[in-house]
């Protein structure tokens, strides 16, 4: 007689939904959790080489970045570097800049943006051009300390032969301008005859502090007493700064490149617009840090801010793709080897020993 055995159950035990366990059915998670962190940990003493490769690819790449964010900061001055290197310890300074115009008017915190009425077909002005004037002084409040700087140029007799230098006339060396105008050695001129000179003049002159300073154009000598810079001229500049006589003063042929700087003078938003109704600029510290509606929509700096901010971004940008490409690389390698490792300990039953020991 034959006999039918009955077909072995595949199905095995109905499943139990995770949810509806009991408490003591449940799982904990931190046996796995211990598991997979002994994993990682003899995977990463295994393949060290590997491990240090990737956390290089990706620590390189963003010390890069993060050098680049401090350098493009430190490119970019403060507010108070910003009024020391255009005021040293002065309160305000004056330029000219056109004839009366009763529509001019500047922005308080951006002085060298100023503008007038012009008509929109052809860009003359509206109220028409009027001479200059030819200086800012009279225009000033009565009783007000006012220090003079413009700048020339002179030819002077130097090591080679003869050049040309670019000239500071006034009290360069005055302590109010001492930021915009800096003594790296010798002392500040006192007299009509002395002089001080940058660096680089120093050089091309083949002179010494002591030394004579002569000059072709105009005719006049002057003995070196120190050595100047000035806050926005490069390290090469090659300046010479010369006492306020007549014959400098005759070198300042263009009013605009003029400064005014009056140590102890604060003019309010509206005597800034009388100035400018006049043909006159002024930069006040005051008004410069707190310029309220008289601030500038986009200031020179918040413009180089947004560039160095976009270039920063850009080279952040390349450096992740960059990392994503080495990195990556790095970790697909590895992931393969893993991959192996697994599938070998997979063979000889290391699920199963897995499992019980997370049980």
Do not use: K
Request: aromatic letters at 4%; proline letters at 8%.
């Amino acid at each position: 007689m034959t006999v039918t055995a009955p077909a072995p159950d595949l199905a095995g035990p109905p499943s139990i939904d995770p949810a509806n366990r009991l408490p003591a059915q449940r799982r904990s998670p931190w046996p796995r959790l211990r598991a997979d962190l002994r994993l990682a940990s003899r995977q990463v003493r295994r393949g060290w080489a590997s491990s240090l490769l990737v956390v290089t690819l990706v620590a390189l790449p963003m010390a890069l970045v993060s050098g680049g964010i401090v350098f493009g900061a430190s490119r970019l001055p403060t507010t108070e570097e910003t009024l020391t290197a255009e005021l040293g310890q002065a309160d305000s300074w004056v330029a000219v800049v056109s004839g009366p115009d009763p529509s001019l008017r500047q922005y308080l915190n951006d002085p060298m943006w100023w503008q007038v009425d012009r008509d929109d077909m052809t860009g003359i002005p509206v109220n028409g051009e009027q001479p200059m004037p030819e200086s800012a002084a009279p225009l000033l409040p009565r009783g007000l300390d006012v220090i003079e700087i413009g700048e020339g140029s002179v030819v002077a007799r130097t090591a080679g032969g003869t050049g040309a230098l670019a000239a500071v006339i006034g009290d360069a060396g005055s302590p109010v301008l001492a930021g915009r105008f800096e003594l790296h050695d010798g002392r500040a001129a006192h007299t009509a005859g002395e002089a001080m000179v940058s660096p680089g003049a120093l050089e091309r002159l083949g002179a010494q502090i002591g030394d004579e300073l002569v000059l072709t154009e105009p005719a006049a000598s002057f003995t070196i007493t120190g050595v100047m810079t000035q806050a926005d001229d490069a390290d090469a500049a090659e300046v010479v700064f010369l006492p306020p006589t007549a014959e400098t003063r005759a070198l300042q042929t263009d009013v605009t490149a003029t400064r005014w700087f009056l140590p102890e003078w604060s003019p309010t938003a509206e005597d800034v617009a009388a100035l400018n109704q006049q043909g006159l600029i002024v930069l006040d510290r005051q008004l410069y840090v707190d310029p309220r509606a008289g601030a500038a929509p986009a200031s020179g700096l918040d413009s180089l801010a947004a560039t160095v901010a976009g270039l920063v971004a850009i080279c952040a940008a390349f450096t992740g793709y960059l990392v994503v490409l080495l990195a990556g690389a790095a970790f697909s390698v590895s992931a393969r080897r893993q991959q192996r490792s697994l599938a070998v300990a997979a063979s000889v039953g290391a699920v199963e020993a897995t499992s019980s020991a997370s049980c």
